[in-house]
T-cell receptor
Framework: GENVEQHPSTLSVQEGDSAVIKCTYSDSASNYFPWYKQELGKRPQLIID?????GEKKDQRIAVTLNKTAKHFSLHITETQPEDSAVYFCAASKNGNQFYFGTGTSLTVIP | DADVTQTPRNRITKTGKRIMLECSQTKGHDRMYWYRQDPGLGLRLIYY???????NKGEISDGYSVSRQAQAKFSLSLESAIPNQTALYFC?????????????FGPGTRLTVL
């Protein structure tokens, strides 16, 4: 099956700086890559996703890049704010079937 | 997202007891999933269902069973609970018919097995 690795496991940044979280996947057939944000005690919520026919996608301060050749994808958050503090999960899926999640990155934005 | 609900929200039980966790959705989605979340391990798929007559094992199905009673309901059972099944359990839905793979999660059920 698919194996998704996520780094780093913890990340602290100063408010206003950028944060980058990286994931690698093993199955070249995976074609859908969502990112979820989970605040303490809450459910995971989708913040951005990308499909394998696209190399980059942006939504305001959040962007995701995908390198199919290297089988890795990254989440970029610019101009970080304290409310960005949460755990972020990447995932990989083939056609929306089984989803395989990374182990999460705990992001702390220091005011 | 109030369209995906889970009951109970918290449950404490003893080793060997049978437990059922329930998930309901009003989103009209065809696909439903059960995950467990453990600290440091992320979310791992237990079972998933693409419609009422379709049930599939995920990564960690041993010790669990499921029932898709209707399109809107998907239950997870622990036939004989053991302490290492203590975890946070999430149900999720997605709508394959609209060609979107976005998953919507329920609020979670915190299960403690003593």
């Amino acid at each position: 099956g698919e194996n998704v690795e996520q780094h780093p496991s913890t990340l602290s940044v100063q408010e206003g700086d950028s944060a980058v979280i990286k994931c690698t996947y093993s199955d070249s057939a995976s074609n859908y890559f969502p990112w979820y944000k989970q605040e303490l005690g809450k459910r995971p919520q989708l913040i951005i996703d990308i499909r394998s026919n696209v190399g980059e996608k942006k939504d305001q301060r959040i962007a995701v890049t995908l390198n199919k050749t290297a089988k890795h994808f990254s989440l970029h958050i610019t101009e970080t704010q304290p409310e960005d503090s949460a755990v972020y999960f990447c995932a990989a899926s083939k056609n929306g079937n089984q989803f395989y999640f990374g182990t999460g990155t705990s992001l702390t934005v220091i005011p | 997202d109030a369209d995906v609900t889970q009951t109970p929200r918290n449950r404490i039980t003893k080793t060997g007891k049978r437990i059922m966790l329930e998930c309901s959705q009003t989103k009209g989605h065809d696909r439903m999933y059960w995950y467990r979340q453990d600290p440091g391990l992320g979310l791992r798929l237990i079972y998933y269902s693409f419609d009422v007559k379709d049930i599939n094992k995920g990564e960690i199905s041993d010790g669990y069973s499921v029932s898709r009673q209707a399109q809107a309901k998907f239950s997870l059972s622990l036939e004989s609970a053991i302490p290492n099944q203590t975890a946070l359990y999430f149900c999720a839905t997605s709508d394959f018919r609209r060609s979107t793979d976005t998953q919507y999660f329920g609020p979670g059920t915190r299960l403690t097995v003593l």
